[in-house]
């Protein structure tokens, strides 16, 4: 099974908001409300910022935001901060039991 | 405070075996749906494994069926992912991660990882 589809990078200045895509299918990022965002920073952990399309675990910021359309999915970071600089992974329930990730996106902050 | 810690990795030759362990503390994995997720050189997330809350339910990547085994020891609160016939394309960091209760498929606790080099 392939990847879900990332662009490797996207850029934003400080303050700004930027949205990051990850597309699938309709055997996963479409078929099922199951998509989670990652945000990893070199060296650490990932860190799960939101799990079923649009929901935010406690303690992530409302700065993130994310949605999902058909086989698509979108991340919005908005107002921009320097901590924000990482990568981002999206990744999507994809039946019997198993998950599928993105390639990743790398968000720098410029 | 909850920490989750992988070891076991190291340099290993093709089509040798390895075993991962995650252990932790304040936290029972046991209770949870666990995953192992690798990540290979320069390259993106790749999920690999789960082993249900239940203990008896497991599910495999397409890429490492047959060839890793994903398993759990409720007293010792660890989750152990068995490699066999490693390849070069095993070479990675891998995590294990606990699964979010309350239905989401989603990883709310990863470990820093542990690397496996396969080189001959």
């Known amino acids: 099974q392939s990847a879900l589809t990332q662009p490797p990078s996207a850029s934003g200045s400080p303050g700004q908001s930027v949205t990051i895509s990850c597309t699938g299918t309709?055997?996963?990022?479409?078929?099922?409300?199951?998509v989670s965002w990652y945000q990893r920073h070199p060296g650490k952990a990932p860190k799960l910022l939101i799990f079923?399309?649009?929901k935010r675990p406690p303690g992530v910021p409302d700065r993130f935001s994310a949605s999902k359309s058909g086989n698509t999915a979108s991340l919005t970071v908005s107002g921009l901060q320097p901590e924000d600089e990482a990568d981002y992974y999206c990744?999507?329930?994809?039946?019997?039991?198993?998950?599928?990730f993105g390639g990743g996106t790398k968000l720098t902050v410029l | 405070q909850v920490r989750m810690v992988e070891s076991g990795g190291g340099v290993v030759r093709p089509g040798k075996s390895l075993r991962l362990s995650c252990g932790a503390s304040g936290l029972i994995l046991t209770n949870f749906d666990m995953h192992w997720v690798r990540q290979a050189p320069g390259k993106g997330l790749e999920w690999v494994a789960v082993v249900w809350s239940d203990g008896t339910t497991v599910k495999y990547a397409d890429s490492v069926k047959g060839r890793f085994i994903i398993s759990r020891d409720i007293y010792k609160n660890t989750v152990s992912l068995q490699i066999t016939t490693l390849r070069v394309e095993d070479t990675a960091t891998y995590h294990c991660?606990?699964?979010?209760?309350?239905?989401?498929?989603?990883?709310?606790?990863w470990g820093p990882g542990t690397t496996v080099t396969v080189s001959s």
């Open positions: 079923e399309v649009n």
């Open positions: 991660a606990k699964q979010r209760g309350g239905g989401a498929y989603s990883l709310d606790f």
């Open positions: 309709r055997s996963d990022v479409g078929g099922y409300d199951q």
């Open positions: 990744s999507s329930f994809a039946g019997t039991n198993t998950l599928i």
